[in-house]
């Protein structure tokens, strides 16, 4: 069983950055798949961004891409999701999800990954 936590969201102006943080325990994140996805509020849940075990390939979803990176260090059991040039559409509850491939996997689906973070709030404000 592995437990996700997430941190670093808050408020911020349109324009900045934010880093998000998740870490893991209960086993270590070294062979699992990690994603970030968001949801606004009486929407459902879209991805974000996604990177494979080591690190070597990574996905991002159209909207974000050049502004979010991600990353991970599984030294430290945690996935990192820099997020640049904030603009109020990205306003959701993002959450962190982990998951051991097992055959093909897309990384953008929801229903793919076995665990979920617990959600933290980014507000961007105009």
């Known amino acids: 069983q592995v437990q996700l936590v997430a941190s670093g969201g808050g408020l911020v102006q349109a324009g900045g950055s934010l880093r998000l943080s998740c870490a893991a325990s209960?086993?270590?994140?070294?062979?699992?798949?990690m994603g970030w996805f968001r949801q606004e509020s009486g929407k459902e849940r879209e991805f974000v961004a996604a990177?494979?075990?080591?690190?070597?390939?990574?996905y991002y979803a159209d909207s974000v891409m050049g502004r979010f990176t991600i990353s991970r260090d599984n030294a430290k059991n945690t996935v990192y999701l820099q997020m640049n040039t904030l603009k109020p559409e990205d306003t959701a509850v993002y959450y962190c999800?982990?998951?051991?491939?097992?055959?093909?996997?897309?990384?953008?689906?929801?229903?793919?990954?076995?665990?979920w973070g617990q959600g933290t709030q980014i507000t961007v404000s105009s």
């Open positions: 999800a982990a998951v051991i491939p097992r055959g093909t996997l897309s990384a953008r689906k929801s229903w793919e990954y076995d665990y």
């Open positions: 990177i494979t075990w080591n690190g070597g390939r990574r």
């Open positions: 209960g086993r270590t994140l070294s062979s699992y798949a």
